[in-house]
């Protein structure tokens, strides 16, 4: 697997770039996922427009997305390489047994 990986980029009010960038090495607990769509919301705008009070550049954006388990260190779960997932892009508690709604 290559380590590196396309990101869309905020760079500084109104400026956004596709990058080459490092895949995040993973740590105990989390998984790695292969973005296959990713959606645009009033977030992303906001911080297109420079206005989001927390986005600082460089910030790689899409954090409402859908895709595939790559890569996993989630021991204590039953998320599995291949399954097909989505996220929940609100701040979260870090818990991966919280229950699964869909697997596919």
């Known amino acids: 697997m290559t ?10 009010k109104e400026q956004i770039a596709v990058k080459e960038v490092e895949k995040p090495k993973l740590k105990p607990g989390e998984v ?5 769509s990713a959606g645009i919301c ?3 705008l906001g911080i297109y427009a420079g206005k ?3 986005a600082k ?9 859908t895709g ?14 291949g399954d097909k997932v989505t ?3 609100l701040i979260s508690c870090g818990n991966l047994n919280l229950p ?5």
Do not use: C, Q, W
């Not at 380590?3 to 500084?12: C, E, P, Q, W």
């Not at 790695?32 to 296959?36: C, E, M, N, S």
């Not at 550049?57 to 997305?65: Q, R, S, T």
């Not at 699964?100 to 596919?104: A, C, E, G, K």
């Open 3 to 12: 380590s590196r990986m396309k990101a869309v980029v905020y760079l500084g």
């Open 32 to 36: 790695l996922i292969k973005v296959h």
């Open 52 to 54: 989001h009070p927390r």
């Open 87 to 89: 996220v929940n892009p």
């Open 42 to 44: 009033g977030s992303d």
């Open 100 to 104: 699964r709604i869909n697997r596919h």
């Open 68 to 81: 595939e388990v790559v890569e996993t260190l989630a021991t204590e779960s039953d998320i599995k390489v």
């Open 57 to 65: 550049a460089p910030l790689i954006m899409g954090h409402e997305f």
